[in-house]
């Protein structure tokens, strides 16, 4: 049995019809939510394995938070409903993120 590992992606739609591919970093839950957290996915240039055309300081760069919601009984992907969610959300990734580097040092 072969087992594939890598990133693992996600497609979403806003509100315009324009649809985004994110990479998968991590989820967790929250207070009985469930919370997605995401980077643009962007194409590596062949030669270098670096990102293609990718200004790491653009604001279309960051980190995306979004949250699960069930809608007409359909899991969806939802923006968060305020900024004190998102800091809350957000500084709970960044720990976890944190630990993780600690723990490979």
Known sequence: ???NFGPDF????????????LELVDTLE???VIYYAMFPAVE???????????????????LVIMKAIEENGEELLSTL????????????????????DDGEA
């Open 10 to 21: 996600i497609t979403v739609t806003d509100e315009d019809g324009n649809d985004f591919e």
């Open 44 to 62: 590596e240039d062949g030669s270098t394995g670096e990102p293609k055309d990718v200004d790491a300081d653009d604001e279309e760069y960051g």
């Open 81 to 100: 409903d305020s900024d004190e969610e998102l800091d809350e959300v957000y500084e709970l990734f960044m720990e976890r993120f944190f630990q993780e």
């Open 1 to 3: 049995m072969e087992e």
């Open 30 to 32: 929250h207070k009985g």
